[in-house]
């Protein structure tokens, strides 16, 4: 199901009331001293990733025809977030901000480049992913550029996690250079249920 960004910015119109109830703690990963837990191919598969996360959540990263694939958790090959992708070459980058309420992880933030050298629409998005027992999916994108752009990602994430359904809902966005170019689609979207 497709929103329009009109409806999706709409949506965002409650934001802010939670932000100080969090906190963040930030961990970073470097690929290489991640344990590899799918070898490249000889085409265009570099390979999958587990890096160490916080609180025990795994942060499993994979490139393919260079671009990212995200999910948090031990067995986050199979959840949502990781068949996500934005269209163009991107990367994932580090480090991950985790939000935390007493502790706990509920969702993670991470900037992605998005879009080569060449590319006239290159930009850098952050990514808000929520962070469920045995899922974790897209939630939410802000255009890098946009103002305050780690702080409102930081609003989206407390704001917006507690009553995200993976499996329903749509992603939003925050930006003021148009729709990141990824699918707006619910997880059971994604998997042809």
């Given at each position: 199901m497709?929103?329009?960004?009109?409806?999706?910015?709409?949506?965002?119109?409650?934001?802010?009331?939670?932000?100080?109830?969090?906190?963040?703690?930030y961990?970073?990963?470097?690929?290489?001293?991640?344990?590899?837990?799918?070898?490249?191919?000889?085409?265009?598969?570099?390979?999958?990733?587990?890096?160490?996360?916080?609180?025990?959540?795994?942060?499993?990263?994979?490139?393919?025809?260079?671009?990212s694939?995200?999910?948090?958790?031990?067995?986050?090959?199979?959840?949502?977030?990781?068949?996500?992708t934005?269209?163009?070459?991107?990367?994932?980058?580090?480090?991950?901000?985790w939000?935390?309420?007493?502790?706990?992880?509920?969702?993670a933030?991470?900037?992605?480049?998005?879009?080569?050298?060449t590319?006239?629409?290159?930009?850098?998005?952050?990514?808000i992913?929520?962070?469920?027992?045995?899922?974790?999916?897209?939630?939410?994108?802000v255009?890098?550029?946009?103002?305050?752009?780690n702080?409102?990602?930081?609003r989206?994430?407390?704001d917006?996690?507690?009553?995200?359904?993976?499996?329903?809902?749509?992603?939003?966005?925050?930006?003021k250079?148009?729709?990141?170019?990824?699918?707006?689609?619910?997880?059971r979207?994604l998997?042809g249920?």
């Amino acid at each position: 199901m497709r929103r329009t960004l009109m409806s999706l910015s709409f949506a965002m119109g409650t934001i802010g009331a939670n932000v100080a109830d969090n906190t963040s703690f930030y961990t970073r990963f470097d690929l290489p001293k991640c344990r590899l837990i799918e070898p490249a191919d000889e085409y265009v598969f570099a390979g999958t990733w587990a890096c160490d996360g916080y609180g025990g959540i795994d942060i499993i990263q994979s490139s393919a025809d260079d671009r990212s694939f995200v999910a948090f958790g031990k067995e986050g090959k199979s959840h949502c977030a990781f068949r996500k992708t934005f269209g163009p070459f991107n990367t994932a980058l580090s480090p991950i901000e985790w939000r935390l309420k007493d502790g706990v992880p509920f969702a993670a933030i991470e900037r992605w480049n998005v879009g080569g050298e060449t590319d006239p629409t290159a930009a850098s998005w952050l990514v808000i992913t929520a962070i469920r027992a045995n899922e974790s999916c897209h939630m939410h994108y802000v255009a890098g550029s946009y103002p305050n752009a780690n702080e409102q990602a930081r609003r989206a994430a407390d704001d917006l996690a507690d009553n995200f359904d993976c499996e329903q809902d749509v992603p939003t966005v925050d930006s003021k250079i148009g729709a990141p170019p990824i699918e707006f689609t619910a997880c059971r979207d994604l998997s042809g249920k």
